[in-house]
């Protein structure tokens, strides 16, 4: 079964940093792009963050500096490290995958979401 599930979310003090996970099932390696993504409520789903192919990385102007995706093939999962949050920062955080064929996007999956709470 093909799926995502994050997890790493919680509360954390308005500073602190947080490490979020995205487990891809049933391999990482059919999936060519991943992408981090967060709502918070009265807003839109926005991009935070996203990596394409092994290393390819771009980030929202919101996430430079503070923010960073990676992908371990061997763990099947991509990570969200985020320092520095603030309360902006707070809201459901999404992962999101592309199965890409001859260049164009196939299918796109989304995770169940995982909450991240800061507080001042």
Known sequence: QVQLVESGGGLVQAG???RLSC???PSISIFRDFGWYRQAPGKQ??????????EKTNYA???KGRFSISRDNAKNTVYLQMN???SE????????ADIV???LVIKTYWGQGTQVTVSS
């Open 23 to 25: 487990a891809a099932s």
């Open 84 to 86: 520095s949050l603030i």
């Open 45 to 54: 789903r926005e991009l935070v963050a996203q990596i394409t192919g092994p």
């Open 16 to 18: 602190g940093s947080l």
């Open 101 to 103: 064929g001859y260049g």
């Open 89 to 96: 920062d707070a809201a459901v955080y999404y992962c999101n």
């Open 61 to 63: 102007d919101s996430a």
